[in-house]
């Protein structure tokens, strides 16, 4: 079993409900021009609606892919000229970027391209790692749980990775709490996506 087969059930419940409440929040028209901020098309496969969203990444080439415009770049350093797009849109990415100062640099680009945002991250305060799949491991100090992953999470029992593949997953993801996205988004609302009433997820959301 690969760790895409588990992770993907509860991946599509959770994007399937957030895009609902980022429909609900927003009253997404077709009209509305959207810049999804190191996402894909997938989300927006989900929703009846159909803005004109450009997908910008990272880690694609830049191209035309059905009604999609993709774009690579980077978005601590956005190419677009400020409120470009009526919506910024950014799904479990900021925890991705970098330190703290790239996610500055990311929180406040997304700030500046559009007047209105939805920002969502994996909350560092729930006790399952989303990445992982492990419960309280990302709570132990980095030397305990660097050594710890291949036999304590299911992406560890699954994918078997070697100590420099460990290292460079959790190089790769630096967890946010409610108080640095309050500070990363001083003018949002902060919403919380919860699970046995546990908040999981964090969601800066500036409507209006």
């Known amino acids: 079993m690969r760790f895409d087969d588990v ?10 409900k957030r895009m609902r409440q980022f429909c609900d929040l927003f009253g997404i028209k077709d009209a509305d021009r959207i810049v999804d901020v190191g996402g894909g098309i997938y989300n ?17 080439e830049t191209r035309q892919v059905g009604r999609f415009p993709i ?11 400020d409120n470009s797009f009526d919506i910024a849109y950014s799904n479990s990415v900021i925890e991705h970027v970098g330190g703290w100062s790239d996610q500055k640099r990311f929180a406040e680009e997304i700030r500046r391209v559009a007047p209105r945002y939805y920002v969502q991250t994996p909350n560092r305060r ?16 980095r030397r305990l749980t660097r050594r710890l992953v291949r036999w304590c999470s299911v ?15 959790l190089d ?8 640095q996205m309050r500070e990363l988004f001083p003018d949002a609302v902060i919403l919380h996506e919860r699970v046995a009433g546990f908040s999981k997820s964090i969601i800066a959301v500036k409507c209006d």
Do not use: C, S
Not at 44 to 60: D, G
Not at 172 to 179: I, K, Q
């Open 7 to 16: 992770y993907r059930p509860f991946q599509r419940y959770f994007r399937n």
């Open 44 to 60: 927006w496969t989900l929703i009846e609606q159909r803005p004109a969203v450009l997908i910008v990444n990272i880690n694609v």
């Open 71 to 81: 774009m690579k770049g980077d978005g601590r350093n956005l190419t677009f000229p």
């Open 126 to 141: 729930f006790f399952i790692e989303p990445h992982l799949f492990a419960p309280f491991l990302h709570f132990l100090p």
């Open 155 to 169: 992406w560890g029992w699954t994918e078997r990775p070697d100590q420099a593949r460990v290292d460079r997953e």
């Open 172 to 179: 790769g993801t630096v967890l946010l709490e409610e108080r």
